[in-house]
Each structure stands twice: as structure tokens, then as C-alpha cells.
């Protein structure tokens, strides 16, 4: 099992410029999050996906949209980039009516 | 959400025992204890978690008070690898699953 899997690894953009994050899973979890995490801060919850089909948004939604395309996958995108998205980002997922997460390794963002 | 307060930071020697401490005085009964771990430049890694009882695994223990409204993460023999950002966070399947971060504890760990 590769676990959950994020691409890119990095990332510079440019202020205006839009990306999609990738992120995959292979424990056939239900539950899928993204993440945000600042320098010397907690992790922040963007959005999350209960299941295949659902997203509900997390306590910093601004900014990003995300699809659920299938059980495995969970993308975050940035239509219009700007430099206060600048931050790692982790995705995590869980099997439903269990307790633990399981990270991704992270995307770092840089945007200028 | 229940909150959790931490200690920004602690230092302990190799192969010493640790004992991260963690309150949560608003906490409910539908509330599960969880600490998750950060090393340097990865994820976060889940570690233990626990409701009423004290708990045991192959990473560490965990002591929850009588009334629940503190808990002790203890790493029984630090290694240099236990070096991490720890995170006590109040879990509960009424808020689907999410985890929310608090700034957590910086354990450094001394040869």
C-alpha cells in the first residue's frame, strides 16, 4: 500500500495563476481532508469529503475549490492563487466510524 | 469544538521517560482523546487516542484523569527520532471525523 499519496511535491506560482492539488488513497477510506498548515502553526482544515459524492467545507474555505472524482481521489484547486496561500498542504483520509488519519506527505506552495 | 492547551515546548534527554501533558477542561463525553505527531518536513502520524481508560501501544502510553479533563502523552524511552511537533486534539464522530489542530508541543530531544 502506497498509503495517501500527494503531487506535486512543490509548487511556485505566480500571483492570478490557478492549480489543481492531486491527491490519491489506496485503503478504500471513505473520508478524505485537505489540510493547510503555515510556519509554526496547526494544521487547518479546508475541506473535507465524508464520502464519494459529498464535500463540506472546513474552517478555511476561501479561495479553494474541491472535487471528490471517485472513492480514491480528492482534489483542492486554486482558481486565482495569491500569496497568503502560501503554505504546505496535507491531504488525509480515514476509513468512516474510525478515529484515525492517515496524512499524505504534503505539498509545499510558494506563491509570488 | 472543545479545546486542547499545551505546553509550546519541552526538552527531555535519550532514553529518559517523557510525559507530555494536555488539558481539555471543556470536554464531552462523546469526546475521544487523540494525539497525533509532526516530524520535521512530514505529516502528521497518529500515536494514540483513548475515551475513559489509560492506553497502551507500541509508540506510547496514555493517561487520562479521572474526570477526563486532562491527559498524559508518555513516551517511556525518548529516542532522538521522537523528535516532533505533538498534537492533543478532542475528536468526535458528531463533527465527521475532523481533527482540529491546536499549535501543539515541540518535544526536543537531548543525546
Known amino acids: 500500500n502506497a498509503g495517501v499519496t500527494q503531487t506535486p511535491k512543490f509548487q511556485v506560482l505566480k500571483t492570478g495563476q490557478s492549480m489543481t492539488l492531486q491527491c490519491a488513497q489506496d485503503?478504500?477510506?471513505?473520508?478524505m481532508y485537505w489540510y493547510r498548515q503555515d510556519p509554526g502553526m496547526g494544521l487547518r482544515l479546508i475541506y473535507y469529503?465524508?464520502?464519494?459524492?459529498?464535500?463540506d467545507k472546513g474552517e478555511v474555505p476561501n479561495g479553494y475549490n474541491v472535487s471528490r472524482l471517485n472513492k480514491r481521489e480528492f482534489s483542492l484547486r486554486l482558481e486565482s492563487a495569491a500569496p497568503s496561500q502560501t503554505s504546505v498542504y496535507f491531504c488525509?483520509?480515514?476509513?468512516?466510524?474510525?478515529?484515525?488519519?492517515?496524512f499524505g506527505p504534503g505539498t509545499r506552495l510558494l506563491v509570488l | 469544538d472543545a479545546k486542547t492547551t499545551q505546553p509550546n515546548s519541552m526538552e527531555s534527554n535519550e532514553e529518559e521517560p517523557v510525559h507530555l501533558p494536555c488539558n481539555h477542561s471543556?470536554?464531552?463525553?462523546?469526546?475521544?482523546i487523540h494525539w497525533y505527531r509532526q516530524l520535521p518536513s512530514q505529516g502528521p502520524e497518529y500515536v494514540i487516542h483513548?475515551?475513559?481508560s489509560n492506553v497502551n501501544n507500541r509508540m506510547a502510553s496514555l493517561a487520562i484523569a479521572e474526570d477526563r479533563k486532562s491527559s498524559t502523552l508518555i513516551l517511556h524511552r525518548a529516542t532522538l527520532r521522537d523528535a516532533a511537533v505533538y498534537y492533543c486534539?478532542?475528536?468526535?464522530?458528531?463533527?465527521?471525523?475532523?481533527?482540529?489542530f491546536g499549535q501543539g508541543t515541540e518535544l526536543s530531544v537531548k543525546p
Open positions: 483513548g475515551l475513559t
Open positions: 486534539i478532542l475528536w468526535s464522530v458528531w463533527q465527521g471525523g475532523k481533527l482540529i
Open positions: 485503503m478504500n477510506h471513505n473520508s
Open positions: 488525509a483520509s480515514t476509513l468512516r466510524g474510525t478515529e484515525t488519519q492517515y
Open positions: 469529503s465524508a464520502s464519494e459524492g459529498t464535500t
Open positions: 471543556t470536554i464531552s463525553g462523546t469526546d475521544y
